[in-house]
């Protein structure tokens, strides 16, 4: 009996999860009223507060649930790979992991406007197993000669960064059709190239040299 209960709690609970889901990704942390997410999740209001104690902490539990796994191609194992195809790697996991789940990324976006101290945790974990790992592959390729060496790896992480979620932002929002009707491939493509051109250590050179 206290397994069925403890089910039918998980399912009410992910019910409610993937209601402020949707309703957050389309009107935001604040235009989302918990009165509307317990209606779209067919569920009493009362039961949102007793799952989750109060909407932020039932923010935080859909930021928790949705963030990317810890060990993912191409920074788990950066040495197998090489500067283009760890570029294309990277891109291509971000570009899966956000258009199998744009309402994240449109939530994301969100919260970042609304509430960006609930986003302190995702970023910390995104830093450790995503920025990290791609900041010393950078560093290596630099040191390689394979990047330009007058630009710290910061900053042209910046610049690839910049890159995917302009990308990323015109492809979910629905910004511009160009970009929407673009496969996966070809806007991975897309990035590196434009990317690697403004990396070239052959082309771009720090002046008096």
Known sequence: ???????????????????????????????????AIATEAGVNEA?????????????????????????????????DYSLVSFLQAAARSTFVAYENNPDFFRLLRFTLLEEPDMLKDYFAHYSKNRLDPFLRFLAKARQQGLIRGDLAPELQAQVFGGLLYHM??????????????????????????????????????????
């Open 47 to 79: 039961l949102i507060f007793r799952y989750f104690g109060s909407k932020k902490e039932l923010l935080k539990a859909l930021i928790e649930k949705n963030r990317m796994a810890e060990t993912i191609a191409p920074f788990d194992k950066p040495k």
């Open 168 to 209: 990323l932002e015109q492809r979910i929002l629905g910004l511009n059709p160009l970009f929407s009707k673009l496969t996966v491939k070809a806007s991975v493509d897309l990035v590196v190239d434009h990317f690697l051109q403004g990396s070239n250590p052959l082309a771009f050179r720090p002046s008096g040299k």
């Open 1 to 35: 009996m206290a397994r069925v209960v403890r089910r039918r709690s998980e399912a009410t609970k992910e019910r409610i999860l993937s209601a402020a889901l949707k309703l957050m990704a389309r009107s935001g942390y604040h235009g989302a009223k918990t009165k």
